[in-house]
């Protein structure tokens, strides 16, 4: 009888050690699958890079579309100029030197707080570039 009661509580200390780990790991998983799989992105970064990269243009609009009505944005460049910054929109203009540049926006719902980046590569062509290229064919 009182092998059958040890060997009784320790099966259930062990059961309950091993639904306590697995509560607190459940927990755990459920949070990053609703953050990774499940989460939409509300917001997008509309960018037409071809004529500003290609030097068919110095300055282009980009748009933020968003799903939500209460939101704001923050925008900058790394080399270029960010201009008539409008609640959708704004102007970028491309560096008078470099090839490379990078617009970072964040966007963030109002509502909740959540804050959404994007970053938007650009590699300007210039006439040295053009003429490597040709020389490479």
Do not use: W
């Amino acid at each position: 009888m009182e092998k059958g009661f040890v060997i009784f509580m320790i099966l259930g200390m062990a059961l309950c050690q091993i639904l306590h780990g697995y509560q607190e790991n459940s927990a755990l998983s459920v949070e990053e699958v609703v953050t990774m799989e499940c989460e939409v992105v509300p917001f997008q970064v509309v960018v037409d890079k071809t004529p500003l990269e290609s030097g068919q243009e110095e300055t282009i609009t980009c748009m933020i579309l968003a799903d939500k009505k209460d939101f704001s944005y923050i925008v900058s460049a790394e080399n270029g100029k960010i201009s008539n910054k409008d609640i959708s929109s704004f102007d970028y203009t491309k560096p008078k030197e470099g090839v490379f540049d990078t617009i970072c926006v964040e966007c963030t719902d109002n509502a909740t707080g959540r804050k959404y980046s994007f970053s938007i590569p650009l590699f300007f062509t210039t006439p040295a570039t053009e003429v490597q290229l040709d020389i490479l064919k």
